[in-house]
């Protein structure tokens, strides 16, 4: 497995405490019971492996709205001021999606958690080792579904 360092950027974020515990894992975890579903906004360049690849991983996950695109003009799904503003959580795939993202919507940003997962563009959709490492980073951040290995 490729190994890959992870970058964490906190902005400053408000979350009804009725929503947010902290797990024994020390993972963030949402109170589904009340009001909304965590939203979840996945990002790479062109939406059609490694974002889209986690998208299909959390889509049918009960506490989570999940979203992806991507940051080039032949994107997929192109992301918006929209997405940013709709996500609780951001998670892009490389550095300079961060440092795009970051330029072009500095003022959507406030408030957010946005992580750098410091995946390279070297995998297909669904392809298995993307599949563990999305896992295994993702696992600092949100609870992880298990994975059906048939």
């Known amino acids: ?12 974020y408000r979350l009804p405490k009725r929503f947010l515990f902290l ?17 979840i906004l996945f ?33 997929r799904i192109r992301i918006t001021a929209g997405h940013i503003g709709w996500a609780d959580w951001i998670f892009v795939m490389e550095k300079r999606h961060l440092r795009l ?3 072009k ?8 958690r946005i992580v750098c997962l410091n995946i390279p563009d ?3 959709f669904m392809d298995r080792e993307l599949v563990l490492l999305l896992q295994s980073l993702l696992s600092e951040y949100i609870d992880v579904p298990e994975i059906d290995d048939s």
């Open 23 to 39: 797990s024994k894992k020390g993972k963030y975890n949402f109170d589904v019971e009340n009001e909304s579903k965590t939203k």
């Open 101 to 103: 993202i970051r330029d």
């Open 105 to 112: 919507y500095k003022d959507e940003l406030q408030g957010k």
């Open 122 to 124: 070297e995998y297909d």
């Open 43 to 75: 990002v790479c360049s062109r939406n059609k492996l490694r974002s889209a690849t986690a998208e299909k991983i959390y889509e049918k996950v009960q506490h989570y709205d999940v979203r992806s695109c991507g940051t080039d003009k032949s994107a």
């Open 1 to 12: 497995m490729r190994s890959s360092g992870t970058c964490l950027s906190l902005l400053p």
